[in-house]
């Protein structure tokens, strides 16, 4: 049976007047790539992209979206058909409780203050849907104390396996071409990847969910 796969990359934006957003820096290469090498090892493809400048990989169905909803609303339409959900997205946490349908003027000397909610956590909502037989895979940004919290998003949003990477260091994250990772599984294996290009990152990281997928054990 072919492996459907649904991949998210990119940023999320949340908008507070016509042309004005809160965002991140996340240039979308890192889910980019696991998408071309899931594609590479004969999984068909779907990816939801947000606001980035990257060509589709060959042969993956590229859905684009602004919003954290629209990454919702794409990921739990595809979601039901999809094998494994790999979720690289860097959703934006926050958005404006207030949408201002002009763009907002500066006043003289003013200041100005925006009060924002949380957005919907997707990964935490789609796995309270997930069927049996389906992998669901979180990316973990962290800047400080990466295998707490990464273990700790692995349980609280209910997934196989979490891939945690530091950012808001040099050479790695967001906007870098390398990237180094560790992966915990439910079952409490630990791999590490890297230093090395998105690229080679990603194969590691597909084949090794392939591995997962068929039942054996990974390991070192
Ligand atoms: N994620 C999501 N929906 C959100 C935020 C995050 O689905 N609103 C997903 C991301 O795509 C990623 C995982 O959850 O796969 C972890 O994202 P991360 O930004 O590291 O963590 P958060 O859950 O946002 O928590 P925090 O910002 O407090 O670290």
């Known amino acids: 049976m072919k492996i459907r796969c649904l991949v998210t990359a990119g940023p999320t934006r949340e908008f507070f007047d016509p042309v004005r957003y809160i965002s991140n820096p996340s240039s979308g290469k890192m889910g980019f790539a696991i998408a071309a090498a899931a594609r590479k090892i004969g999984w068909q493809v779907d990816l939801v992209a947000g606001p980035v400048s990257l060509p589709t990989p060959e042969g993956c169905l590229r859905h684009d979206v602004v919003t954290g909803e629209d990454m919702y609303g794409k990921v739990s339409e595809l979601f039901p058909s999809c094998t494994v959900l790999i979720m690289t997205a860097a959703v934006c946490d926050f958005r404006p409780k207030v949408f ?121």
């Open 100 to 220: 201002f349908p002009k763009k907002q003027k500066k006043s003289a000397g003013g200041s100005m203050t925006v009060e924002f909610e949380y957005t919907r956590d997707i990964l935490k909502t789609i796995s309270g849907s997930k069927q049996a037989g389906q992998m669901l895979v979180g990316f973990a940004a962290e800047t400080d104390d990466v295998e707490n919290y990464a273990k700790r998003k692995l349980l609280e949003k209910d997934l196989d396996w979490i891939v945690a990477n530091q950012v808001g260091v040099s050479g790695s994250g967001f906007e870098s071409d390398m990237n180094t990772v560790t992966l915990f599984s439910r079952e409490g294996q630990m791999l590490s990847f890297g230093p090395d290009f998105k690229k080679a990152i990603a194969e590691q990281i597909v084949s090794l969910l392939n591995l997962s997928l068929a039942g054996s054990k990974p390991s070192l």
